[in-house]
């Protein structure tokens, strides 16, 4: 076996597999990226969302809790079919690149929605009651007063998610997204062993994941020595 | 014409109802005492007045002008001009005393922040803690938090201030920094609500005291009256077992 692995090496480790390899990795990584950007981002307007009583504001607050208790509830893969599908019947001409961001949109905003809302409920209500009663807004409140005591509570399944994240954009592969796992079966396929492929992909994956893993523990020290004002 | 006034109040949490027609008037500087049973709707007044509940029916009306709960700038108004301190002192976890009591002042009221710090160390120094400025509220006793609460409290400069049992979180021997703390304001003229079991201290700072139960005020009178002479019989039998204990 080691003597097969040898003999392959110079050529899986070859110009033109380095950068196809290197490609997938940042589509691998863009997706990730993205995908954490932006669904935090929307996920925190929905926490917000769901935290307003206003009853004009009923409507956006059940579409938001439908929304996310659909997509927290299906897998990423169905997800990433439906948006497939749903853009393939509306006739919209989109790369498959695109169509997966959506889907790990759709995912991540949803997911990282209720870990949000689970710090802001983390803090306690007469925290809460304290600013209203000082005419603080909602945003204000959540500004000065409850996102920085929510942060240790969401950091920790935050970084936690994005890790799993990165591994799941490895279905994206299923519509054609030329990703890590995707190169890895075209490696594969072109006679490579399985060992030497998705050995290497593991090891990609772990360098993409772990400066993430140790910046989210990092930053969860940091949080927890020093007090966020 | 009262400074404060509840006309006929009822609020509810749920299907529970907490206050049951309350009518009470304060005129300016004047302080009141509310005395009652556990859970018989003193601290929803002071909710119902700072708009964390809203009220069912009837009116609250400051200097005159009723309060609309359904107007955000009505409720915004009524916060700016009542401040309240909590039972459990509510101060903000992240902050240490001084940005407790500056950071209304300067992010809501957008006064200068040199003059919030200023004035807060100055209400700080008041209350007893100006050498507390730096410190979290874990970092206080019970009585050294609630006194940063009303110092907190003060800084927002309101017109009437709600006190909520503020001493009844405290070990005895920290009641009697916090209760100064307030006899100072009694004397300064400051309109006061005081919700409290210190029957002490409401006999010597209220001018007079109402007696509520069960979301009603039962009885209403001056402390001598309400102390020594109650009317009703509820009051009778809730004065002897405040003061026996």
Known sequence: ?????????????????????????????????????????????????????????????????????????????????????????????????????????????????????????????????????????????????????????ILPPAFGFFILFIKNTALASQIGVIELTYAGKVLNNKGFSAALVFGTLLIIYFLISYPLALSGARLEKRLAASRTR | MPHLELADVSATYGAHRVLDGVSLALERGEIMGLIGPSGSGKSTILRVLVGLLKPTAGEVRIDGKAIDYGRAVDVASARDRCAIVFQQYNLFQNMTALDNVTIAPIKIKKRPRGDAVAEASALLAKVGLGNKLASYPDELSGGQQQRVAIARALALKPEILLLDEVTAALDPELVSEVLDSIRVLAHEGMTMLVVSHEMGFIREVASRVAFIADGRIIEMGTPAQIFDAPREQRTAEFVSKILRH
């Open chain 1, 1 to 153: 076996m080691w003597q097969r692995f040898a003999a392959e090496l110079p050529e899986f480790f070859g110009y033109y597999n380095l950068i196809f390899l290197a490609k997938a990795a940042l589509t691998t990584i863009a997706l990730s990226a993205i995908g954490a950007l932006t669904g935090s981002v929307v996920g925190f307007a929905a926490a917000v969302v769901r935290m307003t009583r206003a009853p004009l504001l009923a409507p956006l607050r059940w579409l938001t809790v439908l929304l996310i208790e659909i997509f927290r509830r299906i897998p990423f893969l169905v997800t990433l079919m439906l948006v497939f599908f749903v853009f393939q019947l509306s006739g919209f001409d989109l790369s498959m690149f695109t169509v997966a961001l959506v889907a790990v949109f759709l995912i991540a905003s949803s997911y990282l929605a209720e870990i949000i809302r689970a710090g802001f409920d983390s803090v306690h209500r007469n925290q809460w009651d304290a600013a209203a009663a000082m005419n603080f807004s909602l945003p204000a409140t959540i500004r000065y007063v409850v996102l920085p005591q929510a942060w240790r509570v």
